[in-house]
């Protein structure tokens, strides 16, 4: 197996993305709606690939860090009122200093010590709103990326515009990450996953290492934080506790080691809520069956996934591949 | 380490998964979205679960209920009215969801009755239904900022403006209770920010401001409250609370042996929702009843007890027939109501019915379509206000809301609460025949 260069990667991600606008032009508004959101819980799904999946900590309140996005976004619109560029920088910014501050505490704690302490943020965050009056309270805070340029003709939808947006930004950040998890970054926290201690006495700062996957992490938290604010509202509302978890899901349903994958993790939460309405609709409409069976839904694809693949369906046809192969020879 | 060739596959394989999830559907342009030859699809978000769906949980089925009825009189110009409800949950990021869901998905025309403040500022914000010129038809929402035509061109409000019942309740309390202590419960959005507009318009100073989080109302927060109240010896407390907010106030003041005067604002004070509420608290309804009788309350249409009303009347019989085993209260009386303006505002865009056509029909018509309210509805070119005038009543026994005086005296002022408070001799429409509208 060889390794595709960064030029080629970079032109595999250009065409994606080309024919994704083709895509995105030929559909309704709904799926281009759905497909802004495919690409944004992608971000999301990838920043807790990035810390879990790569260097090994737990987060059960990653949720809190696309709230601390969002509302660094929508503060510096709000109150500075930056163009839209840079209140994607800012929540980038904000969250990866947040990410940074964590890091130095996750560098101290591991496994349920660490994955309490995110839920707690997770839980308290968001909360925080309704404590000041300049966070919005509980109707939140306007942020907004504007009309879509008058160039691109009447018929180009505002949730196409937000679709572009969002597959751009995405891309983008979706191809740094790829190359830092491929450069000597990604290879150190792979080390500190499968063995810390060997690690350390390969000479790896493992502080060090944790807190860089943390403040990167967070970064692209943040940033998928503030493209959910764009496309919904910035608000507490919007960063409920079980949107960590449902991007956990995510995670470990794509397998939580595949960057690729999380767009499949991506796509399944998405398309949840369709398979669970067509259900509810066959079994009559009940308002309880069509609220609740998502999370149903959910939560059975997330025992099965850890009960028979525990790395993700991904990974285990690959081993099943390789296992063939063997057997052949 | 992860191979890259896998990684390409990988990538191919969640592409081509994205790109069919994307392309599974292609609808065609119609000549007016959810307009057909033989039905007018409409749409509403509403709590169907969840910690406000006590009560409010009965608005869309009503509505539904009265528009069965009118789909088994003709409907409107032969078309069928086809109500899609979806469950909000009351929470603001599911409104929008569900919003999108109906105009997206299931292509409404126009949405009826979206219910909730924060829910509806946060679909005209997102949605952004103004520019898209999608028309949203009584919003159950009394927030002032909603008759704005300019900021919310497509949105017409259905309630008295909750500035405008802060400074009536403001200054029926200057009036009748000016030596006691007076208190404040309210909900810390929109909703309590706007009604405070009006307790600040009238010159209520509160002794005590209780401002609780939508969604945490419950018998444990509902203790810190009273404990505040009593400790600022509050003599009257007005409530400006939802009616699982409501509920709790009244069922923890009551085993504490707190009783001050109670006045309850119009969003929380149906006595049927109020029961509901209570019960899992292990109060039964006849007890229930005791908690709120002697509080002071106000209502912009008459009581649902209150048979002899030709509204009331006509619902029941309409909630009996088309809407079976659901007890009639205000939240059903609501719900037909703003069907039946619903109903009126489609007759009036005419046979062919556009978007453009129906905003423009009520915002020329509206102030004349019948409505349960008794005072109109100020719909016009330059405001969506919903209804202007309360009248002030005492909940009995029964948990009836009994007129203060017997010639039911109206108060008004006006959307914003800029103007002193007045009595007025607003009529109200008359209902039309069998409630099917025949207006053009």
Not at chain 1, 17 to 30: F, K, N, P, S, T
Not at chain 1, 202 to 214: M, P, T
Request: proline residues 4%; positive net charge.
């Amino acid at each position: 197996m060889h390794n595709l260069s960064t030029k080629k990667v970079f032109a595999l991600f250009v065409i994606f993305g080309w024919i994704l606008l083709i895509v995105a032009d030929r559909v309704d508004e709904l799926r281009v709606y759905q497909g802004a959101t495919i690409a944004i819980t992608t971000l999301a799904i990838a920043s807790i690939i990035i810390l879990t999946g790569y260097s090994g900590q737990v987060s059960l309140g990653h949720g809190a860090f696309l709230a601390i996005g969002a509302y660094a976004a929508a503060l510096s619109q709000t109150y500075w009122q930056s163009p839209f560029w840079f209140t994607l920088l800012m929540s980038v910014i904000v969250t990866s200093l947040i990410g940074f501050i964590l890091g130095f505490a996750a560098g101290r704690l591991s496994g349920p010590y660490l994955a309490g302490t995110t839920l707690a943020l997770a839980v308290g965050l968001p909360t925080l709103a309704n404590q000041f009056t300049f966070l919005g309270g509980e109707t939140g805070l306007v942020y907004d990326a504007g009309n879509p340029p008058a160039r691109f003709g009447e018929d180009f939808t505002l949730y196409k515009w937000f679709f572009w947006i969002s597959a751009f930004v995405v891309l983008i950040a979706m191809f740094l990450i790829r190359n830092l998890l491929h450069s000597r970054y990604g290879r150190t926290w792979k080390a500190l996953r499968a063995n810390p201690t060997a690690a350390q006495l390969c000479g790896i700062n493992v502080a060090q290492s944790k807190i860089l996957a943390f403040t990167i992490s967070a970064g692209a938290a943040g940033l998928s934080g503030a493209l959910l604010g764009m496309i919904s509202i910035v608000a507490p509302s919007a960063f409920p506790l079980s949107l960590s978890f449902t991007l956990i899901t995510g995670a470990v349903l794509a397998g939580v080691t595949s960057l690729a994958g999380s767009m499949l993790g991506a796509v399944i939460l998405v398309v949840i809520p369709e398979i669970a309405e067509v259900i509810s609709t066959s079994l009559g409409e009940s308002e309880k069956v069509i609220s609740n069976l998502p999370g149903f839904i959910v939560s059975v694809l997330l025992i099965l996934t850890v009960l028979f693949s525990p790395n993700g369906p991904a990974e285990s046809i690959r081993k099943r591949r390789e296992h063939h192969q063997k057997a052949k020879h | 380490m992860i191979s890259l060739r896998r990684n390409k596959k990988s990538v191919l394989f969640a592409s081509v998964v994205t790109s069919v999830a994307l392309a599974a559907s292609v609808v065609p342009a119609n000549a007016e979205t959810g307009v057909s030859s033989s039905e007018i699809k409409l749409g509403i978000t509403v709590p169907m679960t969840g910690i406000a769906a006590p009560g409010y949980n009965k608005v869309a089925p009503a509505m539904k209920a009265y528009f069965d009825y009118l789909n088994a009189n003709g409907g409107i110009y032969g078309r069928k009215v086809n109500l899609i409800i979806k469950d909000d949950r009351y929470i603001p990021q599911e409104a929008i969801n569900k919003t999108n869901e109906l105009i997206l998905k299931d292509r409404v025309f126009a949405l009826v009755g979206q219910l909730g403040t924060a829910n509806n500022l946060a679909i005209a914000s997102k949605v952004r239904l103004g520019s898209r010129k999608i028309p949203s038809i009584g919003v159950l929402t009394g927030f002032s900022g909603f008759a704005d035509k300019k900021k919310y061109p497509t949105t017409f409000m259905s309630f008295p403006s909750y500035a405008a019942e802060g400074r009536i309740i403001g200054t029926y309390i200057n009036e009748n209770l000016a030596s006691k202590t007076v208190c404040l419960v309210s909900q810390n959005d929109d909703f309590g920010t706007d009604a405070a507009k009006g307790f600040t318009a009238a010159g209520v100073k509160f002794a005590e401001h209780v401002k609780y989080v939508s969604g945490t109302q419950s018998s444990a927060t509902a203790q810190v409250w009273i404990g505040k109240l009593v400790a600022a010896k509050c003599e009257v407390v007005v409530l400006m609370t939802v009616s699982s907010a409501t509920a709790p106030v009244l069922a923890v003041a009551n085993a504490a042996g707190y009783k001050p005067q109670w006045i309850l604002g119009s969003v929380g004070s149906d006595t049927t929702t109020l029961k509901l509420s209570l019960a899992p608290a292990g109060i039964p309804a006849a007890q229930a009843a005791a908690l709120f009788n002697g509080a002071i309350g106000l209502s912009f249409a008459p009581d649902p007890s209150d048979t002899a009303d030709e509204y009331v009347k006509l619902f029941r019989e309409v909630n009996a027939n088309y809407n079976k085993g659901v007890e009639f209260d205000n939240n059903v009386a609501i719900g037909m109501n703003y069907a039946l303006v619903v109903a009126q505002a489609l007759r009036a865009a005419g046979t062919s019915p556009t978007r453009a056509k129906l905003i423009k029909a009520m915002e020329t018509k509206g102030s004349t379509f019948a409505s349960i309210g008794y005072s109109p509805m100020g719909w016009t070119a330059t405001s969506h206000a919903g209804h202007s005038a309360f009248w002030f009543g005492k909940f009995n026994l029964a948990g009836e809301l009994k007129p203060l005086d017997a010639a039911r005296t109206l108060y008004t002022t006006d959307n914003n609460a800029t103007q002193p408070v007045t009595k007025t001799t607003a009529k109200r429409a008359a209902l039309p025949a069998k409630g099917i509208p025949t207006n053009s």
